[in-house]
Structure formats: structure tokens, C-alpha cells
């Protein structure tokens, strides 16, 4: 192994770490995780790096994987692990982004307003109205229900629906969190990738800021200021990003998506930690 590689191996396992911890919480063990690994190699190996004008072979891919040639046929014939977004966490995400971005539903600074549960002809948005523009063959009654079993809505005093900006994803949706968690972990470790890729010249933005020998209350401070300039980003670039996809609606070369993420993470300082 060449010192590129051996650079690589000893990053890999530190971004590991953390995974690994989270699958020993859940009673996944190193047999089952092995053999993801190996059908994911597999996988990418013949979906992520062909050769132009050339159809893939099974002895390439297992060049490629180091995995023999007959798990290689086996595998190629098991449906992708790659599962798709779920219909309900889709839902959710478009009519959070609709509320949070669209000024029709925000109020004079800017932020989710409380919204009128049904339409009653007076003008005035709703939530019922919200949901509907995202898809009508969607009760709103439904959503509403969830979303208040949830605590992502309450309800004020005079009946609106009023959006909790801290508890988009509670407890309770284990699933959605578990989708999102692979999503955003994906993309941010896919920006990361291409930047490292060779004869990338498409860099795409990855920065952090980073600080140890901070008390406790300091990082405290920190994270609660965090919160707050990011969820101003976020609902920014949203706002921007909802814009433009209507105004995409129609274009032909529409097929792009994006992601912008914000995180931030405090530990105890350990000097032998990977």
C-alpha cells in the first residue's frame, strides 16, 4: 500500500469510528456490516467508475472490488441497497420547505407564521392551503394530526398552527431521522470525496471552524450562537432555493439538485483519540 493509500485507510477509519459506535448501539454486528461493505464495493464499482463506450464485465468489477468474481454475479443480481425517500418524509420536507421559504407564509420578520387551520375565505393562508400546494391528494387533516403527535405543531391560543422551528424531527419519527441522518451524512461526505478525487477541478465548499481549550460555558455560548446564524442560513438559501425551483418548473435542463448543511459538535478533549 502506497503512502496515499495508507493516508486514506488511517481517514477512513476515523470517519468509521463514529458509525461504528452507532451500529454496536443498534445490535448491527461486523458479520452483517462486512457484507454491506462488500456489496456496496460491488456496487459502486460498477455504477460509479466505467469505462466510457465500454460495457462493464464482472472480472472488472472484481479487479476493481477485490471481491471474487462469482460474489460479484451473485451480488449484481440482488436489487440496489440504495433505498429511496420515503413518501412521507418527501411530504414533509416539501411543506416545511414551502412554509419556511414561500413569503406568502411568513410573517413581517421573516419567520414561519401561524397559519389558519382550514381555508375560510377570508385570504388569509392556512395550513390547509400550505399542504395543498404541495399535493392534493394529501388530507391536510392527516398531516396536521402527525405533526402535532410529533410536536413539530402546536396549536396557539386562538387555534393556529404554529410551526416549532427546534423540533422539526422529534423522538417519535426514528425513521425520518434515520433517512435524513443518511441523506445529509451522504452528501457532506460526498462533497468531501470530490474534493479529494484526483484531476478534481470542481471543488465544492467545505469548511469548518474548529476550537479546544474551551470552558464548558464558552462552548455553551457557542452553540446556542450557532443555532441561531444557522437557522438563518438555512432558511435563506431555502428561501432562494424555493424561488428558483418554481421558477425551474418548465425548464428542460432542470436536473440538478443541491444540498446546504450546517453542524456543530462539542466533546471533551481526548489527546489519544484517533
Not at 451480488?75 to 414561500?102: H, K, N, T, Y
Not at 393562508?125 to 391528494?137: A, G, H, M, R
Not at 410551526?163 to 435524513?180: G, M, Y
Not at 464548558?216 to 432555493?241: F, G, K
Request: with cysteine; proline share 5%; glycine share 4%.
Amino acid at each position: 500500500m502506497d503512502n496515499l493509500s495508507q493516508l486514506l485507510a488511517k481517514a477512513i477509519n476515523t470517519l468509521l469510528r463514529p458509525l461504528v459506535r452507532l451500529s454496536i448501539e443498534y445490535g448491527i454486528t461486523y458479520p452483517q456490516l462486512c457484507l454491506q461493505l462488500k456489496n456496496l464495493f460491488v456496487e459502486v464499482a460498477n455504477r460509479d467508475i466505467p469505462i466510457d463506450g465500454k460495457a462493464q464485465t464482472l472480472s472488472r468489477i472484481s479487479l476493481l472490488s477485490g471481491v471474487h468474481r462469482k460474489d460479484v454475479k451473485r451480488i449484481m443480481e440482488q436489487p440496489s441497497s440504495e433505498s429511496p425517500i420515503s413518501a412521507d418524509a418527501s411530504l414533509s420536507a416539501r411543506v416545511l420547505g414551502c412554509w419556511l421559504g414561500d413569503p406568502l407564509y411568513l410573517d413581517a420578520q421573516g419567520q414561519p407564521a401561524p397559519l389558519q387551520r382550514l381555508n375560510d375565505g377570508s385570504g388569509k393562508p392556512s395550513f390547509e392551503q400550505l399542504v395543498s400546494s404541495i399535493n392534493k391528494d394529501i388530507r391536510p387533516r392527516a398531516l396536521l394530526d402527525e405533526w402535532l403527535r410529533t410536536n413539530m405543531i402546536c396549536l396557539n391560543e386562538t387555534g393556529e398552527v404554529v410551526l416549532d422551528t427546534q423540533s422539526f424531527l422529534a423522538e417519535e419519527d426514528f425513521d425520518q431521522r434515520v433517512h435524513f441522518f443518511a441523506r445529509n451524512m451522504r452528501d457532506h461526505m460526498a462533497c468531501g470525496v470530490q474534493n479529494l478525487l484526483p484531476h478534481s477541478n470542481d471543488k465544492f465548499l467545505e469548511r469548518a471552524v474548529f476550537y479546544d481549550g474551551l470552558s464548558a460555558q464558552s462552548v455553551a455560548e457557542l452553540r446556542l450562537l450557532s443555532q441561531e446564524l444557522a437557522m438563518q442560513q438555512l432558511q435563506q438559501i431555502n428561501a432562494e432555493a424555493l424561488r428558483l425551483a418554481n421558477a425551474d418548473q418548465n425548464n428542460p435542463d432542470a436536473n440538478q439538485r443541491m444540498t446546504f448543511g450546517c453542524y456543530f459538535y462539542q466533546a471533551e478533549e481526548d489527546k489519544t483519540s484517533p
